[in-house]
């Protein structure tokens, strides 16, 4: 059994071993592989894992061998599923590993832009705190989030996890989301529309699926309809903003400020309209890596194989 990991640098980079993987097979690990690659990378192969490195239906046609396609993530558009089900080629993702990690690191945005902390500790630290000569140096406004409300795009397993957080700090929630059931005790809350979401809303936070109907959801019409002292959060998909459209916000004051992990092309490109907006913090898609997730991320990859190798692969989207 030869076990292939196409692109393991990001959930492996030193301190998430792949001996439980190792353990069903030979195994073969890349930091990355292009698409060109995959086929003769993994012609041997009889399992391949993938996390961001794209499994083509040109590619699944050159692997004779290869019998079962795991997902190092949850979303698993970089497999064609398709291609692969006419093979009989099970096709499994992690659906949930880093629920915690990533709300968290919501609130991390969130609260970055509430209080400037990198920009204040930097002001500490090239003296101008000490040249100040005043005993409190503030040198932009300072938010707090009680009494403020949040609309969760997306509700979810992370979009719920998000509403908790908010709703410890005394916000009021909002949710947008398809299936409107399971509303959570807490209050004030109340799912709400698109439209009711982004105009209501001091801070609008995007956890929801990449889909074709959503791609461009927040566009210069909808940023139009929101508060001028309102924050946008995306730590969800980069596609999901036109980037053209929030730079405009940002730098005219449309908006107050945006936390984004996410870019539509990744790694961010120089020309990107966000690297030179107002109050806009980027960060190179790190709300997922955790240590913490990595290594549940591992172990449900582990039970992929195992499940698969029994005859009754889990996690299946094919």
Not at 148 to 155: I, L, N, W
Not at 219 to 229: S, Y
């Amino acid at each position: 059994m030869k076990i292939v990991v196409l692109d393991g640098n990001r959930l492996n980079p030193g301190d998430n071993p792949w001996d439980g993987v190792a353990a069903f097979g030979e195994l073969e690990v890349y930091d990355w592989s292009e698409a060109r690659q995959v086929a003769e990378r993994a012609a041997a192969a009889d399992i391949i894992l993938t996390n961001k490195s794209l499994v083509s239906a040109e590619s699944i046609a050159r692997l004779p061998q290869l019998k079962y396609i795991s997902v190092l993530a949850t979303g698993y558009n970089i497999v064609d599923v398709q291609a692969a089900r006419a093979r009989n080629i099970p096709v499994s993702n992690v659906p949930e590993y880093g629920t915690d990690s990533v709300a968290q690191y919501v609130f991390a945005l969130l609260l970055e832009l509430c209080h400037h902390v990198g920009h204040h500790a930097q002001a500490v630290a090239s003296g101008e705190w000490e040249s100040s000569g005043t005993w409190s140096l503030f040198q932009t406004s300072l938010v707090e989030l009680v009494a403020k409300t949040v609309a969760v795009v997306g509700f979810g397993r992370i979009g719920r996890r998000v509403g908790e957080l908010a709703h410890a700090f005394g916000m009021e929630v909002l949710a947008v989301d398809l299936r409107e059931d399971n509303p959570p005790a807490y209050e004030p809350f109340a799912f709400v529309s698109m439209e009711e979401a982004f105009r209501r809303a001091d801070v609008v936070s995007l956890n929801c699926a990449l889909t074709a109907e959503n791609e461009g959801l927040v566009d210069r019409r909808v940023l139009a309809t929101m508060k001028p002292n309102a924050f946008l959060i995306n730590a969800a998909r980069g596609p999901l903003v036109r980037e053209a459209d929030l730079a405009e916000a940002l730098n005219s004051g449309q908006i107050a400020g945006a936390g984004v992990d996410v870019v539509s092309t990744e790694p961010i490109r120089a020309d990107n309209p966000l690297l030179e907006a107002k109050n806009c913090i980027i960060t190179p898609h790190i709300a997922w890596a955790s240590l913490e997730a990595r290594r549940r991320l591992m172990k449900t990859t582990e039970e992929n194989i195992a499940s698969f190798l029994s005859g009754e692969p889990q996690n299946v989207v094919n």
